[in-house]
């Protein structure tokens, strides 16, 4: 690789969030995970094939994380994105009403995509333009105060499961008695067979909002060595803390519990910095 051709990672789209996003797409549309069969008698197909398939209740797979890292590239994109337009002087009034459209529009397709109403508000896309708009709307506040409403988010929705006190549905972490089922018969009229919840786009913001600060930090002027250092760092912490919380918080990915949020996050953080060590790799190959 010539001078003249060398990779600008701080303004140019960053290679790595291309791969990462790439990885996360093939997985999340491909249908790879059914090339496996858990009841196989083969211990390494059996063992994928778990792997390849939601955690029907507590519990987490590799599967899991398809959404959250999807959720979180989106935010990655974001700063890259919106510099350029900011850098090529459209207003920010101008981009609000384009993300305001876009995240309508994410929103129509979830529903177009959902097989019936009770899961409409369940699609990652209908999920995502809450995310997404949410995001956008704290991309230009200090990293302090996004990381504050995003721990913020993750808290309230714990407290709103544990305090609901409806009958019924009082109980946080049972399956279609929790406050999550209760607000998707009061919006839908009736509970996702697959036991998905509406209000999973509260706590699962962290996730986008997050992935907006990933994505400063690569855009920052900082090494490649010390981007990789603080994205693992942020992202083993994440790691630790989620699975800590998950011995007195369950880990439930279909209600996006706060021990899933941050243990997904923390694996978002680590994938990142995985892609981003792999063009550094590809880079270090080319110029020798």
């Known amino acids: 690789m010539t001078n003249g051709a060398r990779l600008d990672f701080d303004r140019d789209r960053i290679l790595s969030v291309d791969f990462f996003r790439g990885f996360t797409m093939f997985l999340l549309v491909s249908g790879f ?5 858990a009841a196989s008698d083969n211990p390494f197909v059996s063992l ?14 590799f599967w899991d994380l398809i959404q959250p890292f999807f959720m979180f590239i989106v935010g ?8 350029k337009k900011w850098d090529r002087g459209e207003s920010w009034k101008k981009i609000f009403f384009g993300v305001l459209k876009r995240s309508l529009l994410l929103l129509f397709l979830g529903w177009l995509l959902s097989s019936e109403i009770k899961s409409s508000f369940t699609n990652v896309l209908a999920q995502l333009s809450f995310t997404y708009f949410i995001s956008f709307l704290l991309m230009r506040k200090a990293i302090k105060w996004q990381i504050a409403i995003s721990v913020s988010l993750i808290i309230l929705s714990d407290l709103i499961y544990r305090l609901w006190p409806v009958p019924g549905f009082n109980q946080p972490f049972t399956a279609d008695h929790n406050f999550g089922s209760w607000f998707d018969i009061f919006l839908t009229g009736g509970l996702s067979e697959d036991r998905w919840v509406a209000f999973n786009a509260i706590p699962t913001t962290a996730h986008t909002i997050w992935g907006v600060i990933a994505g400063m930090i690569l855009m920052k ?11 693992l760092t ?9 699975y800590t919380l998950g011995m007195y918080i369950p880990v439930i990915k279909r209600i996006c519990t706060s021990s899933f949020i941050i243990l997904s996050g923390g694996y978002a ?20």
Not at 33 to 37: C, E, M, S
Not at 234 to 242: M, N, Y
Not at 271 to 287: N, T
């Open 269 to 288: 953080f680590v994938g990142l910095a995985v892609s981003y060590l792999l063009l550094q790799f590809r880079v270090m190959f080319f110029l020798l």
């Open 234 to 242: 942020i992202g083993i912490a994440g790691i630790i803390a989620g």
């Open 76 to 83: 990655v994109a974001m700063p890259f994105s919106f510099t």
């Open 221 to 231: 002027d900082y090494t490649p060595q010390k981007k990789v250092g603080i994205l």
């Open 33 to 37: 995970g059914q090339l496996f069969d």
């Open 48 to 61: 994928m094939g778990r792997q390849m398939d939601h955690a029907n209740w507590e519990g987490l797979t």
